[in-house]
């Protein structure tokens, strides 16, 4: 087992009330991590000041707000919320929305 | 066309001398960015001081080194390299590796 590589597939999951979330690797500058949505599942609109994040959609589909463009993309997508830009994402589709994400610097 | 979202199909290339390199988003804590190695093409170990580095496999295999650890993986890994750990990749397989990475804080 590496300290240092992990599989996103062995971090998705589910939960009925919120989304599913799990930290994959954490050092001083970043943090990457998966969320999983279920169909109907949100992560309401919000920002984090001096923070720059990315989600990068590794299954399903979702519908994307940064800033003022609502844009729903599928797999092999980058969305960028740059410090402060407003940003959220809503699993409109049928099946789970998977998402590997990163913040930097990382939440304390 | 989105200034926040990027397909990263739409920024893979190919260099005869050197591993491809773009960059998709860069802000002021983080940098997101696709690298392509041919079959043969290495990025030789190095490391950032203060920086945290992640890499995560879109396509092909690649023998990753991250401090001690030298591992061969495909698809749906993300390889860890924490601030000031030694770290490379070598494409030894027969297709094209397509790796999108991120770097905390950007290089400057």
Redesign the interface.
């Known amino acids: 087992m ?1 300290k ?6 062995d971090f998705v999951g589910a939960k009925a009330d919120k989304f599913h979330k799990a930290t ?2 954490q ?4 943090m ?1 991590g998966l969320n999983c949505l279920e169909p109907g599942q949100v992560q309401h609109v919000h920002e984090h000041a ?5 989600y ?1 959609v ?1 299954e399903g589909v979702g519908l ?1 707000t ?2 003022e ?1 609502v ?1 729903e ?1 599928g797999p ?8 402060s ?1 407003l940003h959220g994402v809503e699993n409109r589709g049928t099946e789970r929305l998977t998402i ?1 994400m ?1 913040i ?2 990382p939440p304390k």
Do not use: C
């Not at 092999?76 to 410090?83: D, N, Y």
């Open positions: 590496s240092n590589i992990a599989n996103y597939r994959l690797f050092g001083e500058n970043l990457i001096g923070q720059d994040k990315f990068f590794l994307f940064v800033g463009e844009t993309v092999g997508h980058v969305v960028w919320a740059a410090a830009m590997l990163g930097a610097p």
